[in-house]
């Protein structure tokens, strides 16, 4: 992926935003919706298609954008309100 990891985490914040605004989302579609955006944007790379070294059904694209989303809990950036819900917080930190 031709992104640093902040840039990784600002995208997701940013396509969040402008996606699902201040209601709530599951995780698997802003996954989905951070890929697509950065296919359209030509930084996925081949590599970013193989599957993950620590095996799943995710790529390694894909387990990026992940562990970016829990990145981005652990910061306070994105809220899980549990049952595979989630939302934006009331102000980004």
Do not use: C, Y
Not at 47 to 61: I, V
Request: glycine share 10%; hydrophobic share 40%; no cysteine.
């Amino acid at each position: 992926m031709l992104l640093t990891v902040a840039e990784l985490k600002d995208l997701v914040v940013e396509i969040a935003t402008r996606r699902f605004g201040v209601g709530e989302f599951r995780r698997r579609p802003l996954l989905l919706a951070v890929e697509a955006h950065i296919l359209e944007n030509g930084a996925w790379t081949p590599s970013d298609d193989e599957p993950r070294s620590s095996g799943g059904l995710k790529s390694e694209g894909e387990g990026a954008i992940d562990w970016a989303i829990t990145r981005l809990l652990r910061e306070g950036r994105l809220v899980d309100l549990g049952r595979d819900r989630w939302r934006l917080p009331a102000s980004q930190p």
